[in-house]
């Protein structure tokens, strides 16, 4: 599904990451932690396209096709899918016709038709209920004057919509309280399938009790530094992460204060 | 609070090249054209021409002198070479007049003309429930669904034919809400106006179906000035629409038009406009000088008038939709999407003057500026001494797209009453790459996401606008910023 490859990006000519290797196969949900700063969610970026970002070095190969040469909604049409950190606002524009309107332009670039008003609007109400969203806020402007939870729950509307290949969750449980927490899980664990792979980038172990990772991976100055199984995320829970090698005290102390 | 604004963080949101104006054609039609040039003479022999009575050629003669006598404006904030009135052609008309009742008259490059713009002139092929006069350079060819219109009381003519009928009716309002001297350019079209529409809709009677004129200019240095008179009886209703187009020319074309509406008691007038006169290139050569004077009376108590406009074309836009709310309980609108892209200057808003008292009035402007335009948003609200609880709420938002355009906002507040409540908001924003990246991130290329963008910004005033209209509104929207994106 993904493969990166000794991956080297930098924003504003400074370096993020250096050096990342990475497999994700289909299927498979990989767990990505790390202090702040470590470069988590520039890894998500730059595999989403976002500009601002140069790749200086490494590959990038996404279903067998180059991803660095693809334009972002291109990235996008090919079924990745980035559950936003931070979702912006945008006023006046109604969920629904956002939404409508990224499916018909995913479908176009598939060369298959619109979708049907009816058929659009039944399934929009059934993945509504799954992440528990009144059907009121499919109405409402997209993120405007949303809740923090609302609009991680919103991100995740969106995913169960667009049915991506490979969905980057970057910092999803950022604000949630465990009520909201539970849900957005319960919508993500909902759509795991065998053909669907998931990178949640967290920072905490807590997202990890309820979406149970395959993999789990530590990022430190831009390089992962340790990989095992879900284990690995209860011990970076008990241990913080100055234990592994490769994180210096600068990064274990931001990451204490945060 | 002016406020030039320069965005150096979002340098990718790149001017780019040129959009195309597809409506830039030129129709070769036979003309009959006045020689370019300015006189009492010109201004007799239009009125000849149309065989006009009497008062309104003195009428004309009238405005002319002030006229003369009259400062040309250099207030607002726009840039341009000085015209050279003498060098327009005051009238223009296609040689062989149709006979108006009759399409089958009609020279058929005209009927082509309009259905190219896509305003078919067979009542079958209409869009329901619309009917529209269609003013060619100075003089109207077609007015369709006269006979429906007329079996409700409504009179739907240009106002050349409403002198010939209904002279007296004109008589008594023309003028009377946008007098001669008002302004420079109003002046000038009270001289020199050569058609436009006559509206009038009879007591207690609810217009049935949408009217709408679709002004095209035409001939080569020709200025259009057209007047538009509008009267709603008390306890009447009518929703008007204007559209204008022009053809792709290298000279810069003078349109100075006047809009008089009048509105008795309980009666509501809504008058909607999709400017898309042809703007320049992208160097900012050619376009049309756009100085419109349009202004609103709410006469009567408890009426209505409520302006939309979605400003998209044009070199230069001069125009301020007004409302003078007389009547007690009277209530003025105005929604405003203008839009300046490459060279293109805009100095648009409104004056609402509250004269009667609980008369309330709301200012919804919407402004958007990409490559080098300026736009300019400049209103007044004007709460004299009997205007007991006058209420106004004014929203000016502007959005910024690109480093080298700018966002201008002069709003004036004059209140010589103190029970008035009034309300000020004002916003710059511009496209940001976040919005940008998550909808593409969702899928949707760079101009569907930037559309979409502007189109959710602009949607408080496209909902006033009538329905099959709001379609053509944020289609044109698309058109225009084609390339402001790169």
């Known amino acids: 599904m993904l493969k990166v490859t000794n991956l080297h990006a930098s924003v504003d000519g400074k370096e993020i990451l250096k050096g990342i290797t990475l497999e994700v196969k289909p299927g498979e949900v990989h767990a990505i932690m790390g202090p702040n700063g470590s470069g988590k969610s520039t890894l998500s970026n730059v595999i989403a396209g976002r500009d601002g970002y140069e790749v200086t070095a490494g590959s990038v190969e996404y279903l067998g096709k180059d991803l660095l040469e693809l334009e972002a909604e291109e990235r996008a049409c090919e079924g990745i899918f980035l559950a936003f950190q931070y979702p912006v606002e945008i006023p006046g524009v109604s969920n629904m016709a956002m939404l409508k309107a990224a499916m018909n332009s995913i479908r176009k670039y598939h060369g298959q038709d619109e979708i049907k008003a009816g058929d659009f609007l039944k399934l929009i109400r059934q993945k509504a209920d799954l992440v528990e969203m009144k059907h009121e806020f499919l109405k409402r402007a997209v993120n405007e004057g949303f809740s923090g939870g609302e609009k991680k729950r919103n991100e995740i509307l969106q995913m169960a919509m667009l049915e991506p290949k490979l969905a980057l969750l970057d910092e999803t449980d950022s604000g949630l309280d465990i009520d909201a927490l539970k849900i957005v899980s319960h919508g993500v664990n909902a759509l795991r399938s065998p053909e669907r792979s998931m990178v949640l980038v967290t920072h905490y172990q807590r997202l990890l009790d309820y979406i149970v990772p395959d993999y789990v991976h530590v990022l430190a100055n831009g390089q992962i530094v340790k990989s095992g199984d879900k284990s690995l995320a209860l011990e970076l829970e008990a241990k913080g992460y100055s234990w592994i090698e490769g994180i210096d005290d600068n990064q274990t102390t931001a990451a204490q204060a945060s | ?486």
């Open chain 2, 1 to 486: 609070m002016s406020a030039p604004l320069v965005d150096e963080k979002n340098k990718d949101l790149k001017e780019l090249v040129k959009r195309e104006y597809k409506e830039g054609f030129v129709t070769d039609i036979e003309s009959d054209t006045f020689e370019p040039g300015l006189d009492e003479d010109v201004i007799r022999r239009i009125s000849a021409k149309k065989e006009e009575p009497e008062f309104m050629l003195e009428y004309r003669l009238k405005a002319f002198r002030r006229w003369l006598k009259m400062p040309e404006p250099d207030w607002a904030h726009i840039d341009y070479p000085k015209i050279d009135f003498q060098a327009i052609a005051y009238f223009s008309a296609p040689k062989e007049m149709p006979q108006l009742d009759s399409l089958d008259q009609v020279d058929p490059k005209l009927l082509e003309t309009y259905a190219k713009l896509g305003i078919p002139l067979e009542e079958q092929k209409m869009m329901n429930n619309v009917a529209v006069d269609a003013v060619f350079d100075s003089v109207s060819v077609r007015t369709t669904f006269r006979e429906t219109l007329s079996k409700a009381g409504v009179i739907f003519m240009p106002i050349s034919e409403a002198l010939q009928e209904c002279p007296e009716l004109v008589k008594q309002y023309l003028g009377s809400v946008v007098p001669t001297q008002d302004n420079y350019y109003a002046a000038l079209n009270a001289a020199v106006f050569s058609d436009g529409s006559f509206v009038y809709i009879p007591k207690g009677v609810r217009c049935p179906m949408e009217l709408s004129t679709y002004f095209r200019i035409n001939e080569m240095n020709t200025g259009q000035f057209e007047r538009t008179l509008i009267i709603a009886e008390e306890g009447s209703y009518v929703s008007y629409l204007e559209g204008c187009t022009a053809p792709q020319r290298d000279e810069n074309q003078l349109h100075a038009a006047v809009v008089e509406l009048v509105a008795h008691k309980d009666a509501e007038i809504k008058y909607s406009t999709v400017q898309n006169w042809y703007p320049g290139d992208e160097n900012g050569k050619g376009g049309i000088y756009n100085f419109v004077t349009k202004r609103g009376l709410c006469k009567g108590d408890n009426s209505k008038i409520s302006w939309t406009q979605v400003e998209t074309g044009s070199a230069i836009t001069w125009k301020y939709p007004s409302c003078v709310l007389q009547g007690d309980n009277s209530v003025g609108e105005f929604y405003s999407v203008a839009l300046t892209h490459n060279k293109q200057q805009a100095d648009t808003g409104t004056k609402m003057i509250h004269m009667g008292k609980n008369t309330s009035s709301t200012i919804i402007s919407k402004g958007i500026s990409a490559g080098h335009g300026h736009n300019t948003y400049r209103g007044l609200v004007k709460i004299l001494k009997g205007a007991d609880n006058a209420r106004n709420f004014s929203q000016c938002d502007s959005l910024l797209m690109g480093d080298r355009c700018g966002a201008h906002t002069f709003p004036y507040m004059e209140v010589q009453n103190p029970s008035a409540n009034l309300e000020h908001e004002a916003t710059t924003s511009k496209i940001s790459e976040d919005q940008l990246f998550y909808l593409k991130q969702r899928g949707l290329g760079e101009e569907a996401a930037v559309s979409m963008i502007v189109n959710g910004f602009c949607k408080d005033v496209f909902r006033e606008l009538p329905m099959e209209f709001a379609v053509e509104a944020q289609k044109l929207l698309e058109v225009s910023l084609e390339g402001a994106v790169g």
